[in-house]
């Protein structure tokens, strides 16, 4: 076995991998393809000489040494991570880095950006994008991130932490004008529905379900219930990202569901509509987690106040 320091990307790709069981998670926190994490972790066992993950038909697998270099290993890179995000925090107060959702990001939180760089140009704000959620404990990098949560996360202690609700979700079809056009009824309207392409989207499975099945309990109309009755709501084209679905319908390919939040801009601009007014809210909405006490603290309280205001303001 080669004695020499390994490899420090292979390393940090390894304990990644061993974290997730799953290569193309890794990649997703590295910042790198599926492929390429594979490789680095195949040059660190080749450094060391030995096995460390074995891959199956079921996902990945710790070897015997495999498990003994992680649990070695992983105490030692997380706290050389803390050490260097500490420094970095230390030499710039004003300097702070925001993780969150893409479709998020898009949608929401970089329409709103130039406001808070207006009222704080001081702050140095980095964004960075994952559809995994934030450990905050191994992502010692992040000082604020939104992601979803249940409410109920909300009173719970959290040490060094602090969670606050910032938007719910609220689901409900989305469509281009034209689709449904003349439908003066919701009886009418979702009998158009049942006409339509149902598009789907990874982020919400089983949303069109969900929502046809709520909507008919708070409905109460025979009419509707019949209609909604004649829509298979597991047919229809998926994609990977709200994004994609949402240019789907207003392309006309059909009719998705998305979070009403996402949809304001488009919806101003006529290029997609809201056909029904009802919208189903989930068990999960947007929480804001944030550190607390940080050599950062001032900016990280600034964001979050500046946070609050905007989802006031949207749901104004």
Request: glycine fraction near 8%.
């Amino acid at each position: 076995m080669n004695t020499d320091l390994p490899p420090l990307n292979g390393l940090r790709s390894f304990v990644e991998a061993a974290r997730e069981l799953s290569f193309s998670r890794a990649a997703r926190r590295l910042g790198v393809t599926a492929g390429a994490a594979s490789r680095l972790v195949r040059k660190l066992e080749e450094h060391l000489g030995v096995r460390l993950l074995e891959r199956t038909a079921h996902g990945l697998v710790l070897t015997a040494h495999g498990e003994l270099y992680f649990r070695d290993v992983v105490g030692p890179l997380t706290a050389v991570a803390a050490a260097t995000r500490r420094l970095a925090v230390a030499r710039n107060p004003n300097r702070l880095v925001v993780a969150c959702y893409p479709t998020f990001a898009a949608r929401w939180l970089l329409p709103r950006w130039s406001r808070f760089f207006d009222r704080h140009p001081e702050i140095d704000v980095q964004l960075a994008t994952s559809l995994a959620d934030i450990d905050f404990a191994r992502d010692d990098a992040i000082d604020v991130a939104i992601r979803l949560g249940d409410d109920r996360e909300l009173g719970r202690p959290s040490p060094g932490l602090v969670r606050e609700k910032l938007l719910d979700v609220e689901t409900t079809p989305v469509a281009a004008p034209p689709v449904f056009a003349g439908c003066r009824s919701d009886a009418r309207r979702m009998a158009r529905l049942a006409e339509q392409v149902l598009v789907h989207s990874k982020p919400l499975p089983q949303e069109w379900r969900r929502w046809l099945a709520a909507f008919v309990r708070a409905s109460g109309d025979a009419a509707v219930a019949r209609a909604a009755a004649a829509i298979d709501a597991r047919r229809g084209p998926e994609f990977e990202t709200l994004n994609l679905s949402f240019q789907a319908a207003a392309e006309g390919i059909g009719v998705a569901v998305g979070i009403a939040a996402f949809i304001g801009d488009e919806v101003e601009a006529g290029t997609l509509a809201f056909p029904f007014a009802f919208r189903r809210r989930g068990r999960l909405n947007f929480h804001v987690v944030a550190r607390i006490g940080g050599a950062n603290a001032r900016a990280v309280g600034h964001y979050r106040r500046w946070l609050a205001e905007e989802a006031g303001l949207s749901r104004a």
